[in-house]
């Protein structure tokens, strides 16, 4: 139990959550200074968000450039069809897509040809299986799969501090 405690906190010290989540948390994937949790569960947008709130304090996936979405997808392309959320919509303004937790509006954008734009009804964006998941605007009350992404430097300095 000492060893097992005192590894953990060299694993953070060392290499902030990737030996962490590698080691400690099943399920959770590090790349690039962040760790993601696929959840294939089915769940509307905002129980998608209180679900990833509720594990580690994590946020429905930020994508920030093309290099993560390419590796988000490549892990999407591993399940059969399935649908994943991201943390954007376009609820507060028709058309004009931000994060949810931090209002901010996305440096890079995944949209399939002609969908993300000014569509009824439809604000939240997901993963579509249907176009090698490409993004697409969808209801936000659609049941789909939670995809959570965890800062590693934030989540590495709150267990060592
Ligand atoms: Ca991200
Ligand atoms: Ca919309
Ligand atoms: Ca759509």
Redo the contacts with the bound molecule.
């Keep these: 139990m000492w060893s097992r405690s005192v590894s953990l906190v060299l694993c953070v010290l060392i290499s902030g959550c990737v030996s962490y989540y590698t080691t400690f948390k099943d399920g959770w994937i590090a790349f690039s200074g962040s760790c993601y949790l696929f959840r294939a569960q089915a769940m509307p947008f905002t129980e998608a968000v209180h679900f990833c709130q509720q594990h580690e304090h994590s946020n429905l996936v930020h994508v920030d450039d093309d290099i993560e979405n390419s590796f988000l997808k490549d892990r999407m392309r591993l399940y059969k069809d399935a649908g994943w959320w991201m943390g954007l919509t376009d609820e507060d303004i028709e058309g004009v897509w931000q994060w949810f937790d931090t209002d901010e509006r996305p440096t890079f954008t995944d949209f399939?040809p002609g969908?993300?734009g000014d569509?009824n009804n439809?604000d939240c964006a997901t993963f579509d299986p249907v176009c090698d998941y490409n993004w697409?605007?969808?209801s936000c009350s659609d049941r789909i799969f939670v995809l959570c992404e965890a800062s590693g430097h934030e989540y590495g300095a709150a267990i060592v501090g």
């Design positions: 399939k969908d993300g569509h439809e697409v605007d969808t």
